[in-house]
């Protein structure tokens, strides 16, 4: 996972509340095998007309923001499914943190575990930062997770809290499973511990 | 030591190491993979570079998307096609024990854990599919999880978990002649509702849990998950043990003999503790089945619609007039005698040998009524073949139900096996949400012999007239 340390990157307004995971991702794009590859079908739904052409009014069809890196929306985004289409979709496009007045709990697990940070602010916040987010290409914002907060366009900081440990992981670059494999030692003596004591449990090989 | 329940000991049994924030990393025994949630992990650990640390303790088999019908043709969907063949790669290049499509073994991956004897008591089981609960059964921890997990088992055979509170679910009495552990699951989600289970592991127990055989625990502890729990739990005791002996994975001779004292320690002290203690009279129980869009819409199929404008609550009246709606069905009718249109017996739920013998026995001499479409799709190649050695697949094709191939099926319609808008449905599967089944499809959850019952009269019918 790549490290998540400070972000200095156009940002995006959707000002909607309940964003679900299926205006995210539909969820015909579901069956597939791939992680990667899923950013042509973020917000599939608000981005494309029924023809399958670009609608321009959608703000992530326009420049700057075609390349936004930061989403700002309003309550509970991510809500719907568990699947974590979401996160992977957004990711792809290339979104690396969402910040809103609420989320959905399994969406914002899933963010951490993909690498995403999700921020929460108040709503008044979240207003000024979309109207930020309209000064074309001064639209800047920069998330500084070190020092736990926001920087407007104009230098002002807004702070946010963060789980300390979740910050540590995405500072770091690592995923839930690079935390457990600094467990290495505890996991391999287990693995000895019951060897000895069930050592009937049977293997599954076929020939 | 102070007592403790069956899910503490197996959890105790399993915790490799507890962080400072009260996560305990668990160590997992048995991780079965499908080719729905598997990809992506399979993808993840290719991008990192990471093995499989434990191919011997991992079992994949493909059931979701598998055709029903013939599969010597290739499988039409491109998308079903490109998840099965992806699979197989996968399992090839990480070394994955696989039972392939083609094999008498394969089957929904519920079945064919414990048919195979690779889901064993006292074991940790994770899959990435919620009714892994399924495995409970057996004594067995056994709980669904994410794509992200999946990957987090695979490449390092634990899982990241927080201790579940304890619950347990007593039936107590003699079962009514007719009554199936279908019934009793369903009123058991009538009863406590769909998020009644919350937050806990249940343990079903008592008399008449203790009296059913493994295939009645699965459908018990399958829909634990419909009750809104974490797992569903069954205390091992001689009707598991002799179940597991002599399955092709269980263990043998002496070794069968050591497991089966360490099993036995299993069960839970008395006086542990349950943060959730409900009961349940088991004379109580008449053959059930759902009105409604979500499990816990319960009726006896003696029983009437409810009427929406009873309800004080008036976002539950909204909800229950808008089931109603979209089930097509008045307030105050009968259940009994509603036509139906489809009837499905499968599912992970319901497709094992037993549900197909009680199946058969209400389907034995008589037709599928006019205009309805009856399909029976076993759980596991080896259910499909031991029906066939028992004559029941005659008894089936006689009567003028399709005799299918093992898979999912019409349970989740993920295959060519799905409902038409406003086509009712009697079926054994365990979820009645809006289009489970297929888009604008309405589904009755009940048991085999309902099932069965509602084909060959073509409603809703107690099966207990018929046997
Ligand atoms: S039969 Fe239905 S519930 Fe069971 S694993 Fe398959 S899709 Fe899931």
């Known amino acids: 996972m790549d490290k998540f340390t400070t972000l200095s990157a156009v940002a995006a307004a959707l000002p909607e509340a309940n964003i679900d995971t299926d205006k995210i991702i539909p969820a015909r794009f579901l069956k597939t095998t791939q992680r990667t590859g899923l950013g042509k079908y973020a917000f599939d739904s608000m981005r494309y007309r029924p023809d399958g052409s670009e609608n321009p009014d959608f703000i992530l069809n326009k420049e700057p923001w075609r390349k936004a890196e930061i989403l700002v929306t309003y309550d509970n985004l991510g809500c719907g499914s568990s699947r974590e289409h979401a996160p992977w979709a957004l990711l792809d496009f290339g979104i690396r943190c969402v910040i809103a007045p609420s989320f959905a709990d399994i969406f914002f697990n899933n963010c951490f575990k993909n690498g995403i940070l999700p921020i929460t602010l108040p709503r008044e916040i979240c207003e000024q930062l979309m109207s930020d987010s309209t000064m074309g290409s001064n639209a800047r914002l920069t998330i500084d997770l070190p020092r736990q907060v926001v920087v407007r366009p104009d230098g002002e900081e807004v702070p946010f809290e963060i789980d300390p440990f979740r910050k540590h992981m995405l500072l770091e670059g690592l995923d839930d499973i690079g935390q457990t494999l600094q467990h290495e030692t505890e996991i391999k003596s287990f693995e000895q511990k019951v060897a000895g004591e069930r050592p009937w449990m049977p293997s599954i090989t076929l020939d | ?312 609550d008036e976002s539950k009246r909204a909800q229950m007039q808008r089931m109603l709606d979209y089930m097509g069905l008045e307030a105050g009718q009968k259940i009994a005698g509603t036509p139906v249109d489809v009837v499905f017996i499968g599912s992970c739920t319901n497709s094992r040998i037993e549900d197909l013998r009680a199946a058969a026995q209400v389907a034995a001499g008589r037709k599928v009524a006019e205009g309805v479409r009856a399909m029976i799709v076993p759980g596991s190649g080896l259910v499909k073949m031991q029906a066939e050695e028992e004559g029941l697949d005659q008894i089936f094709l006689d009567a003028g139900f399709e005799w299918r191939e093992a898979g999912c099926s019409m349970c989740l319609g993920m295959n060519p096996d799905k409902l038409t808008p406003g086509q009712r449905c009697a079926s054994t599967s365990n979820r009645n949400f809006e289009g489970r089944q297929g888009p604008g499809g309405r589904t009755h959850l009940l048991s085999p012999a309902m099932a069965a019952a509602a084909a060959v009269t073509g409603c809703l019918t107690d099966a207990r007239e018929l046997v």
């Open chain 2, 1 to 312: 030591m102070a007592p403790r329940t069956l899910f503490d000991k197996i959890w105790d049994h399993h915790v490799v190491e507890t962080l400072p924030d009260g996560t305990s990393i668990l160590y997992i025994d048995r991780h079965l993979l499908h080719e729905v949630t598997s990809p992506q992990a399979f993808e993840g650990l290719r991008l990192a570079g990471r093995k499989l640390r434990h191919p011997e303790m991992t079992m994949a088999v493909v059931d979701h998307n598998v055709p029903t019908s013939d599969r010597t043709q290739p499988i039409e969907e491109p998308e079903s096609r490109n998840q099965i063949e992806t699979l197989e790669r996968n399992v090839k290049e990480f070394g994955v024990p696989y039972f392939p499509l083609l094999s008498a073994s394969q089957g929904i991956v519920h079945v064919v854990g414990p048919e195979q004897g690779i889901s064993l008591p006292g074991m940790t089981i994770v899959c990435g599919d919620s009714h892994t609960s399924t495995h409970g059964a057996l004594g067995a921890l056994a709980f669904g999880i994410g794509t992200s997990e999946v990957e987090h088992v695979m490449a390092t055979q634990t899982i990241l978990q927080r201790p579940a509170k304890n619950m347990r679910v007593t039936v107590e009495g003699q079962l009514a002649p007719g009554v199936s552990a279908k019934d009793v699951m369903l009123a058991i989600i009538g009863h406590i509702g769909t998020a009644g289970g919350t937050g806990h592991v249940i343990e079903f127990a008592g008399s008449a849990i203790r009296g059913l055989d493994m295939a009645g625990r699965m459908t018990i502890c399958n829909m634990s998950i419909e009750a809104g729990a974490r797992a569903g739990l069954v205390a091992p005791d001689d009707t598991t043990f002799d179940y597991v002996r002599n399955r092709p994975f269980a263990p043998k001779g002496e070794d069968f003999e050591k497991a089966v004292s360490f099993w036995r320690t299993l069960a839970t002290d008395d006086g542990a503790h349950f943060d959730k203690d409900v009961s349940l009279r088991a004379e109580d129980i008449a053959p059930s089945l759902t009105w409604g869009t979500s499990p816990e819409t319960v009726l006896p199929i003696t029983g009437t619609v409810p009427d929406p404008a009873q309800e004080a």
